[in-house]
């Protein structure tokens, strides 16, 4: 009885999930959503880049996972090994949440100068990828970004959201990042196609 409680309660406990945070107001719900997958049973490892650093604190994160928190490719680990090939092997799921149309444009032309854009580029063929897009309308509608959105399905990245509403900047439409329990419901069922990778 126990077990099927804690399988319940804890859907996705003993997967890895390598959560990355980017630069937008939308920061706060990525520590809602921390703190969901968390509950759910996940190791949940946070990487943001400077931008988001502007936007929330390293510690919240921090404190809400009990690991550190990742922001540099040259911040050193116990394990000496490089970040953002280390921690990619690691997660069995890489969320980007939220995911500006910065990072969308770097992953999407293979350019990686941070760590969460190297962490991206080192993730293809190692852990799957959810991304949570999160702008303002314009952005999110315009060409580019779509394109981008287009090539990064093409390649098997999961997309979820934006949700419309009335965003930061005022205007009203899509580029609100989607909820976070929507998120994890959606890492829920990726995750569990397979099994967690420390049990294969």
Do not use: H
């Given at each position: 009885m126990a077990d099927k409680t804690e399988k319940k309660?804890?859907?996705?406990?003993?997967?890895?999930?390598?959560?990355?945070?980017?630069?937008?107001?939308?920061?706060?719900?990525?520590?809602?959503?921390?703190?969901?997958?968390?509950?759910?049973?996940?190791?949940?490892?946070?990487?943001?880049?400077?931008?988001?650093?502007?936007?929330i604190t390293p510690l919240t994160f921090q404190t809400l996972t009990a690991r550190p928190v990742y922001s540099s490719l040259w911040q050193s680990s116990d394990d000496f090994r490089s970040q953002h090939i280390s921690l990619t092997e690691r997660a069995d799921l890489m969320i980007v949440a939220p995911a500006t149309a910065d990072i969308l444009a770097k992953m999407a032309c293979g350019l990686a100068?941070?760590?969460?854009?190297?962490?991206?580029?080192?993730?293809?063929?190692?852990?799957?990828?959810?991304?949570?897009?999160?702008?303002?309308?314009?952005?999110?509608?315009?060409?580019?970004?779509?394109?981008?959105?287009?090539?990064?399905?093409?390649?098997?990245?999961h997309i979820i959201g934006p949700a419309e509403g009335r965003l930061a900047c005022g205007t009203v439409g899509p580029g609100r990042m989607i909820d976070p329990q929507q998120i994890l419901k959606a890492a829920c069922d990726i995750l569990r196609k397979n099994p967690p990778k420390n049990a294969r």
């Open positions: 309660d804890k859907p996705i406990q003993r997967y890895e999930v390598l959560l990355c945070v980017t630069g937008g107001i939308a920061c706060f719900k990525s520590a809602e959503l921390a703190s969901a997958l968390v509950q759910a049973g996940a190791g949940v490892t946070v990487a943001m880049t400077a931008a988001a650093e502007r936007f100068d941070d760590l969460v854009s190297t962490m991206a580029l080192a993730a293809n063929g190692a852990c799957a990828m959810l991304l949570a897009p999160a702008m303002n309308t314009r952005m999110w509608q315009a060409p580019p970004t779509q394109a981008n959105i287009e090539k990064l399905k093409s390649w098997g990245a």
